[in-house]
């Protein structure tokens, strides 16, 4: 079975300051990887997703991530964060094959809060 | 047009009451899922259509009914909630049809926000 973990439940950090929230994941097959975030009282909104060719993934709003294989993590960041990138964010994994195919597992999520 | 539309956005509904919500996208997605989400919370799966058809049910109880009329449409009817089930209701859609590739980008609604008295 597929799982993420995301390893910091909250992240505090000065505007214009560079920001990383780490995601791992397990998988007994290759896994395609995602990004969302939500704002408050809002749904979720795709940042990034890997699925294959280059490591480094660039999204929106200036993120971007890096798949690492060997250590199992996809971690998201920026090199200068904003207000309002004030938000939740959700890692995701879907197996690129076999029964979970197409059933994303979210990690419990990472709140980041930019502080002026 | 880009987006999963969501109504009603609140909902506040006794235990004895039937609602329904309601989900439209028009981006021909194949997919179409419900998601629960507690506070501070990820989303769990509820539900997955493919083709119009159910093809994920994750053991969901049967107070929560889903109903899927046509391509671009999904709906989830209420009846004889309890107070737990309050959370923020969210459809999505996929291009791809679920189960068929792992590449399922979701595309959220805003959710419905849903109290049970």
């Known amino acids: 079975a597929q799982s993420v973990t995301q390893l910091d439940s909250q992240v505090p950090v000065f505007e214009e300051a560079p920001v990383e929230l780490r995601c791992n994941y397990s998988?007994?097959?290759?896994?395609?990887l995602f990004w969302y975030v939500q704002y408050p009282n809002q749904g979720l909104q795709l940042l990034l997703k890997?699925?294959?060719?280059?490591?480094l993934v660039k999204g929106i709003n200036g993120f971007e991530a890096e798949f690492n294989k060997s250590q199992t993590s996809f971690h998201l960041r920026k090199p200068s964060v904003h207000i309002s990138d004030t938000a939740e964010y959700f890692c995701?994994?879907?197996?690129?094959?076999?029964?979970?195919?197409?059933?994303?597992?979210f990690g419990d999520g990472t709140t980041l809060t930019v502080k002026p | 047009d880009t987006e999963v539309t969501q109504t009603p956005k609140h909902l506040v509904m006794g235990m004895t009451n039937k609602k329904s919500l309601k989900c439209e996208q028009h981006?021909?997605?194949?997919?179409m899922y419900w998601y629960k989400q507690k506070a501070k919370k990820p989303p769990e799966l509820m539900f997955v259509?493919?083709?119009?058809?159910?093809?994920i049910n994750e053991s969901v109880p049967s107070r929560f009914s889903p109903e899927c009329p046509n391509s671009s449409l999904l709906n989830l009817h209420l009846h004889a909630l309890q107070p737990e089930d309050s959370a923020l209701y969210l459809c999505?859609?996929?291009?791809?049809?679920?189960?068929?590739?792992?590449?399922?980008?979701?595309?959220f609604g805003a959710g419905s926000r849903l109290t049970v008295l």
């Open positions: 998988s007994s097959v290759s896994v395609y």
């Open positions: 981006m021909g997605h194949r997919a």
């Open positions: 890997y699925l294959s060719g280059s490591t």
């Open positions: 995701a994994v879907s197996d690129l094959i076999g029964t979970n195919a197409g059933k994303s597992t």
């Open positions: 259509y493919s083709y119009e058809k159910l093809s």
């Open positions: 999505a859609s996929s291009q791809e049809a679920a189960l068929t590739s792992g590449a399922n980008v979701l595309t």
